[in-house]
């Protein structure tokens, strides 16, 4: 599903893991959450260096009162905060030479 969602989104070739780590984000986050993101419009403009910055936009998490509505302000979650950098370093682990084609522009 993650996988399908991601291909409807991205418009420039991935290496295996810029694509591993979307699909990592995509289908903790969801693609409503990513399909305007930062993340996607700058990797749409082929500025992979500022997408991979927006990893990180990714990190928190709101407390609900008893009718499930959000209170307060947004709470860093340590976990996402790592699960996220792993996905950024993954994703900046390899060069342009590298592309394959799992995404055609």
Known sequence: MAQESLKKIVHVPLTDK?????VSLMFNVGQKHLENSKLINALN????EEAATHFTDYIFYHLHD???????SALVSRGLLNRRRDEQKLFQSSS???????INP
């Open 96 to 102: 342009k030479k590298e592309l394959a084609p799992h």
């Open 66 to 72: 008893k009718n499930g509505k959000p209170r307060g």
């Open 18 to 22: 810029q694509y591993e780590a979307l």
């Open 45 to 48: 403009k082929g500025n992979y």
